[in-house]
């Protein structure tokens, strides 16, 4: 039987065998905060459901799903696998559980920061890679380049490769230029600048650049 926990900014929902509860409930709350003092917005209530098999989790989705999907975040609800079943449901360990948290719950306040749009993707999936992390550094795959043509692909092409070149150019955008430049550059989309120009205006570099510059920056890799 599932019950729902209110955690005032969200509502979890569980089942009553769940015996990590306390912990998960912990680390909701901690993967919450860590997001809310970056952004500092406020977000509306939500929805947290621990998932406790790939049956269902694929049910909640909608379609089969890879081991490598841990969580979404889709109109203000997030599903996610439980502690419990964490390490047996998907490829990642246990304590993987709360960065899976973070970028979930990162969605919710880009989304409400860009009003409601999940646009570009890898600004959006980056920044919540890049934050999972702890801000520090993702762990790479060997020889990893950003390439514009993986940045601009849809949904559908992406690979977990493709979040590694969406973490590589937000990691060298917000360690060169600044946390407060990458929120600016989602506010200016939101207010419907163009990327190009918006690149210009708070980096003084294009699309392109930025690209050739990050694949030298040394500290990202």
Known sequence: MEK???LRFSHLIYSEKDKYITKEKKLIIKAFNYNKDFFKIKIPKFEIQLIYSRTKFDKVWGKKTEDF?????RNNRIAIFAYSVFDKETRWKRKYFYECLVHEINHLFYEELR??????LWLSEGLATFMQCN?????YKKNIKIKKRILEESFK???LDSYHVYSLFVRYLILNFGEKNILRLIKGLKKGGKLNNLFKQIYNKSFDELIEDGNKYKKIA
């Open 69 to 73: 999907v841990s969580g979404f975040a």
């Open 157 to 159: 092409k992406t690979t």
């Open 4 to 6: 729902i926990l209110n």
């Open 115 to 120: 009003n409601d749009s999940y646009d570009p």
């Open 135 to 139: 801000k520090k550094k993702f762990k």
